[in-house]
């Protein structure tokens, strides 16, 4: 069984910073891909950023620039630092992490989710 815990959401003013950790625990033997996705209230979950075993990276779009993913293999944990928040930046953010377990080989697991709000 593999778990997530995440954290470091909250309540920002807009140009504000946050930063999103996310901790992968468990049968793990290895992990690939890490990322995050997002939520926003009446739309549909999409790609946030994601970093590769290699820490190759993709952003999105709308987060280039302002957002950077990255991993401590050591840790088995991804961080998403957010700079120059915006008020569209505000969903529910999830972590998602492909590991590899002893039981079940690949899978992919998602963390539960973290609130950011982005608010004057």
């Known amino acids: 069984q593999v778990q997530l815990v995440e954290s470091g959401g909250g309540l920002v003013q807009p140009g504000g910073s946050l930063r999103l950790s996310c901790a992968a625990s468990g049968s793990i033997v290895s992990i690939t891909a890490m990322g995050w996705y997002r939520q926003a209230p009446g739309k549909e979950r999409e790609l946030v950023a994601i970093?590769?075993?290699?820490?190759?990276?993709t952003y999105a779009d709308s987060v280039k620039g302002r957002f950077t993913i990255s991993r401590d293999n050591a840790k088995k944990t991804v961080y998403l630092q957010m700079n120059s928040l915006k008020p569209e930046d505000t969903a529910v953010y999830y972590c998602?992490?492909?590991?590899?377990?002893?039981?079940?080989?690949?899978?992919?697991?998602w963390g539960q989710g973290t609130l950011v709000t982005v608010s004057s």
């Open positions: 998602k992490v492909w590991v590899v377990s002893p039981t079940y080989g690949a899978l992919e697991v």
């Open positions: 970093i590769s075993s290699g820490e190759r990276t």
